[in-house]
């Protein structure tokens, strides 16, 4: 976990976020503000409809917010031009989906090494890194398998694989563990905790499980766009 008195890697600042057009209207993030400290492994807990996915598309870029300010790394995401942002996202950060979001047709190296062959890496370099990240994930003897030849904590630790490979600062994970029983949860909430321990990647986890809160240093929780409780650190 980030040592006292380091810059937080994440800083939001009053953050709205509104979807719908005319009289259609959604008001879906009402002012957040949220701190998170570099190494921290932060889970995001609330009612379905709270806001917990929106705020963390809107924390990694993958939405514009409609006004307040999101910095990630000192870096102002609403600063970036489209194509800036997408290569922020591809170099400093990493997903996690509840689904696993693997191409079928693509072997688990293949699947790991594609984010970097998308971002420019030469080919050898993005193969190298997709075993080491593989080897990191514990799955080095199914490198040549398709997904439908894995289990399904199996094919969540590729994704896991595919979301370290850049190593990324931050890793944003919406319910990873949302697809897997609760054995399988377990291992895979383990190896998240012990990569965030031993790489001091910062993690942010959209879950609804106590579970999977109860691993993290802090739990943030989100009612009607609103944070309600920042959590108290506990690791």
């Known amino acids: ?40 492994m932060v889970a995001i807990m609330g009612p379905s409809g709270g806001g917990k996915t929106t705020l963390l598309n809107c924390l990694s870029g993958l939405d514009d917010v409609d006004s307040g300010t999101i910095t990630i790394g000192g870096s102002d995401l609403s600063q970036m031009k489209d194509s800036e942002k997408t290569r922020f996202r591809a170099t400093k950060m990493g997903y996690i989906f509840q689904a696993f979001n693997l191409l079928p047709v693509l072997t688990a190296l293949e699947n790991v090494e594609m984010p970097l062959l998308i971002s420019g890496f030469p080919p050898k370099e993005s193969r190298e890194k997709a075993r080491t990240a593989l080897d990191l994930v514990g799955l080095s003897d199914r490198s040549g398998h398709y997904p439908s030849q894995m289990s399904g904590g199996q094919q969540q630790r590729v994704t896991i694989a595919r979301a370290l490979v850049n190593q990324p600062e931050i890793v944003w994970a919406d319910e990873p563990t949302g697809n ?23 993690f942010v986890i959209i879950t609804h499980s106590d579970a999977v809160a109860e691993l993290s240093h802090r739990t943030v929780r989100m009612m009607d766009g609103l944070i309600v409780d920042h959590g108290t650190g506990t690791a």
């Not at 600042?13 to 509104?18: A, I």
């Open 1 to 40: 976990m980030a040592t006292n008195g380091e810059a937080p890697v994440v800083v939001a600042r009053d953050v709205h976020k509104t979807y719908g057009t005319g009289e259609v209207q959604v008001h879906v993030l009402k002012g957040v503000s949220l701190d998170i400290a570099r190494g921290e």
């Open 180 to 202: 897997l029983d609760s054995e399988t949860a377990a291992e895979v909430m383990g190896l998240l905790t012990r990569l965030n321990r031993e790489l001091n990647n910062t």
